[in-house]
């Protein structure tokens, strides 16, 4: 079968246009916008931790529970959607790591004691991290360096600045999983 | 000078997308029926019929499942598929070479 070189050149264009296509809505599907609407959650949350101490106890926790249930149920219609669209073996195992790391992160709370806020939250950003470098190994290799990325940010701001502990996973954590999901709709992940 | 040996099964446009798509995932994922019907741009007919094409030829594999108790199809390159699909990107770039075409490109 023979075909002419503008005929090849247009034949690899679409290819390339599929394959692009392709890795858009797998990443979308797979993360993206789970990573851009945690990244939110967590500027709203930690900035009210930082900037809320004239406000009630009750205030700040109602906003995170409000929160959480709203990326939650993201999370959930994103991974519903996801297994409609892809169906991989690996698929049901990803999905119950995360509850698994949650129920450790509650043990480890409540059997070790983190010595206060700032040490319980680095706590739940380490699990979370975890379980991003257990994905980036199985599914996704970007996915391990944006976890070692985000953890060396985090542990500077910890030690560096205790202080402004909050309003560095505010900004530096919340901003870097925007940037993550961001990057990972760019379909360049 | 020969030219680059090209399948014919996959050259056909809508296939060479359908297996585009199929390699752009991990060996063992699927894609959705109704989710590539979609990204091609085809009707549930034409989809069907160039999928009856490449399973015939050993390229793809379907399998039928319920989510949500509704019945979805999914498709998955085989091993040989993959072969095939990569053999002809580089008979295609061959081509295209051959014309000067891919100098400076990525």
Known sequence: MDISPSEAEKTLASIRETDDQMRKAMNAAGGGYQMLIWGIIMMIGYTLNQFGEHLSVAVVAGTWIVLSVIGNAVSVVMSARMARKFHSPLGARIGAMLPIFVLFGFVAAFFVHPAGPREINLLIYLLVMLWLAMMGLWVKPSMLWISLIFTGLMLFGYVVLPDYFFLWLAIVGGGAMIGSGLFLLSGRG | ?106
């Open chain 2, 1 to 106: 000078m020969t030219m680059p040996e090209l399948d014919e099964i996959i050259h056909q446009p809508v296939r060479l997308r359908l297996m585009a798509a199929l390699v752009a995932i991990k060996s063992g994922e699927s894609a959705e029926f109704t989710f590539l019907r979609d990204m091609l741009k085809v009707t549930d007919g034409n989809l069907g019929a160039h999928l009856r094409r490449l399973e015939e030829a050993g390229y793809i594999e379907s399998t039928k499942t319920f989510v949500d108790r509704k019945p979805h199809t999914y498709v998955s390159a085989t091993t040989a598929g993959r072969k095939v699909f990569r053999n002809q990107v580089a008979a295609l770039e061959e081509i295209l070479k051959g014309s000067g075409g891919l100098k400076g490109r990525k």
